[in-house]
Nanobody, 123 residues
Framework: RLVESGGGSVQPGGSLRLSCASS????????RAWFRQAPGKEREGVAT???????ANADSLKGRFTISRDDADNTLYLQMDSLKPEDTAMYYC???????????????????WGQGTQVTVSS
C-alpha cells in the first residue's frame, strides 16, 4: 500500500516536498518512482530511484525535482523547487520490480500505485 502526502497550492517559484509512505508487499519491490497526470493528459514519469539510490529524472524536470528514499521508514520523497504553473497535476508514487532501467519512467514498469496528491501552482 502506498500513501502520498504533501500536496497543496503554491505560487510560481515556490517549493513543495511530497512524501509516499509504503507498507505491506510494496516493501519487497526494489525501485520506486513519482508520476504525474494533468487533466486531459497522459500520466508521465517524473523521477525514479532504485534500491542503491541511483536516480533518473524526466529530461524536462532535471534540476528542479529531486527524488529520494528513506528505507528505514519506508518513505519516498519528491522535492520540487522552482515550481511552474505547468507542474500542476495529480502526483502519484509507484513501486515495481522486474523492468530494466530504461523503462522505469514508464507506467507499465510499476505494479503498485498510490491514490495521488494534488499539486496546484498558481498566482
Amino acid at each position: 500500500r502506498l500513501v502520498e502526502s504533501g500536496g497543496g497550492s503554491v505560487q510560481p517559484g515556490g517549493s513543495l516536498r511530497l512524501s509516499c509512505a509504503s507498507s505491506g508487499d510494496t516493501n519487497r519491490h526494489y525501485y520506486r518512482a513519482w508520476f504525474r497526470q494533468a487533466p486531459g493528459k497522459e500520466r508521465e514519469g517524473v523521477a525514479t530511484i532504485d534500491s542503491d539510490g541511483f536516480t533518473a529524472n524526466a529530461d524536462s524536470l532535471k534540476g528542479r525535482f529531486t527524488i529520494s528514499r528513506d528505507d528505514a521508514d519506508n518513505t519516498l520523497y519528491l522535492q520540487m523547487d522552482s515550481l511552474k504553473p505547468e507542474d500542476t497535476a495529480m502526483y502519484y508514487c509507484a513501486a515495481g520490480s522486474g523492468s530494466p532501467w530504461f523503462e522505469r519512467l514508464l507506467t507499465h514498469a510499476y505494479n503498485y500505485w498510490g491514490q495521488g496528491t494534488q499539486v496546484t501552482v498558481s498566482s
